[in-house]
Nanobody, 115 residues
């Protein structure tokens, strides 16, 4: 399984970015697709995830109010629309998928929000 993430970059506070992640390889059924992030000096943390049944889970109410996770199961893609970005959203964002009992990680894409 390979995960290719894209869409990161440098944006001013209040701006928007859309992350995309495509899964490839011998994949028959993706249960969970999501995004994590890791800021410098901090642990990796969940941002949002979505299940094959369409259920979504966000890290907290602040993220839920600004970010939207979605997926295209047929294309094996997951997206994260990030609006009203804050400086504290600066981190490396990682795509993550769950297939069976295994979790797979993408290489990460840098998101930098300037003040």
């Amino acid at each position: 399984v390979q995960l290719q993430a894209s869409g990161g970059g440098l944006v001013q506070a209040g701006g928007s970015l859309r992350l995309s992640c495509t899964a490839s390889g011998r994949i028959f059924n993706i249960n969970v697709m999501g995004w994590y992030r890791q800021a410098p000096g901090k642990q990796r943390e969940l941002v949002a995830e979505t299940t094959a049944f369409g259920n979504t889970n966000y890290a907290n109410s602040d993220v839920k109010g600004r970010f939207t996770i979605s997926r295209n199961s047929a294309k094996k893609e997951v997206y994260l629309q990030m609006n009203s970005l804050k400086v504290e959203d600066t981190a490396v964002y990682y795509c993550n998928v769950g297939i069976g009992g295994t979790r797979w990680w993408g290489q990460g894409t840098q998101v930098t929000v300037s003040s």
